[in-house]
């Protein structure tokens, strides 16, 4: 299919040492309380930045101690909450630790399974998956624990299907108390949950997407974007006010390209809540990467990007409809000429 090329103009270029190796890692961006954060890591410490460029870098040293540590923060960036293999801990802003939630470790027996956390619009909880329990019948599953995000004492909890996942937690940038869990289990298997706590009791519910990944959620978290695990199809998902799917529409990558060996790599966004940004390339770490802009409501192409210098798969979007991407220790921020929804 051919389109009409659309080249962006560069806002800004932001130093962010670290972030090409960062967005690998499950918390390496994370939409939260309004803003849009990057998490980075160097000499065995976490750094913690807003990915506007505003405000000042947090560093302190990593409380788990083997990079294992999935890292969010509160709202307003004033503490830290680090779930690792053998608990979760809350840290302020200097890195010192206020509580911490032990638990049975994810390494027990050798399992891969690593935790993650988010705090809950109004920051008096702490939302973290951990491991469940192991009785003679075998393994019960994951838990989703709620902690007082004050004192770390458990407020609720709530078994998941999940067992000895790594996990992601998405946020809608509007604050709702919605959360999205992700759960990878080894190559193929991905499980997806919606968290919502009321204030006493954890409702959790289970999406069938179809053993593919959330790559993003919109604005408002009423549309999720997930990805077919061998970069094949993606797929926009509409939920109700039950969070269940009323609506998916699909998009194969051969709509896009007519080179047959392309593939969806990286994480396909949403910009704002009306257009798609995907990158297409032969390979998930390919050199050459191409990027194209699709309609939300229609899954229809609108254009392919073409940037001043190369950008490789991986994209952050921004709230205002712009996007970074990273090139080695800094970050490109680009924007196109007319701003959308």
Same mark, same amino acid.
């Given at each position: 299919?051919?389109?009409?090329?659309?080249?962006?103009?560069?806002?800004?270029?932001?130093?962010?040492?670290?972030?090409?190796?960062? +967005?690998?890692?499950?918390?390496?961006?994370?939409?939260?309380?309004?803003?849009?954060? @990057?998490?980075? !890591?160097? /000499? =065995?410490?976490?750094?913690?930045? !807003?990915?506007?460029?505003?405000?000042?870098?947090? !560093?302190?040293?990593?409380?788990? =101690?083997?990079?294992?540590?999935?890292?969010?923060?509160?709202?307003?960036?004033?503490?830290?909450?680090?779930?690792?293999? *053998?608990?979760?801990?809350? +840290? #302020?802003?200097?890195?010192?630790? !206020?509580? *911490?939630?032990?638990? #049975?470790?994810?390494?027990? /027996?050798?399992? *891969?399974?690593?935790?993650?956390?988010?705090?809950?619009?109004?920051?008096?909880?702490?939302?973290?998956?951990?491991? =469940?329990?192991?009785?003679?019948?075998?393994?019960?599953?994951?838990? +989703?624990?709620? @902690? #007082?995000s004050a004192t770390g004492a458990p407020a609720a909890s709530h078994s998941l299907t999940a067992a000895s996942a790594i996990y992601e937690i998405r946020q809608p940038f509007e604050g709702s108390g919605q959360l999205v869990v992700s759960a990878g289990q080894g190559q193929d298997d991905v499980l997806t949950y919606i968290a919502v706590f009321d204030g006493t009791t954890l409702h959790t519910t289970e999406l069938d997407t179809k053993d593919e990944p959330v790559t993003d959620i919109d604005t408002t978290g009423r549309h999720l974007l997930t990805l077919e695990r061998g970069g094949a199809n993606l797929t926009l998902r509409t939920l109700g006010d039950d969070h269940l799917p009323t609506a998916e529409r699909e998009l194969p990558v051969e709509r896009l390209t007519e080179d047959e060996d392309q593939l969806f790599v990286g994480r396909p966004v949403l910009l704002g809540n009306s257009r798609i940004l995907a990158a297409v390339a032969d390979e998930e770490w390919a050199e050459e990467t191409r990027h194209f802009l699709i309609d939300a409501a229609t899954l229809q192409l609108l254009a392919e990007i073409t940037y001043p210098r190369p950008a490789g798969p991986d994209i952050v979007p921004l709230p205002d409809s712009s996007w970074l991407t990273p090139d080695d220790d800094r970050l490109d921020h680009w924007h196109l000429d007319q701003p959308h929804p």
């Open positions: 299919m051919t389109v009409a090329p659309l080249t962006p103009q560069a806002a800004a270029d932001l130093p962010c040492p670290g972030v090409a190796e960062a +967005l690998g890692w499950t918390d390496a961006w994370q939409t939260r309380h309004g803003d849009i954060w @990057l998490i980075t !890591r160097e /000499d =065995g410490d976490t750094l913690v930045r !807003r990915a506007d460029g505003t405000g000042q870098v947090v !560093r302190f040293p990593d409380p788990t =101690g083997d990079y294992r540590g999935y890292t969010t923060p509160a709202p307003g960036g004033t503490a830290f909450a680090v779930c690792g293999d *053998s608990a979760v801990t809350l +840290l #302020d802003g200097e890195g010192n630790a !206020r509580w *911490s939630h032990p638990h #049975d470790p994810w390494s027990a /027996d050798n399992g *891969s399974g690593r935790g993650a956390c988010a705090f809950t619009a109004d920051g008096r909880h702490l939302i973290a998956v951990v491991p =469940g329990t192991d009785t003679a019948g075998g393994y019960e599953g994951d838990v +989703l624990v709620m @902690l #007082d």
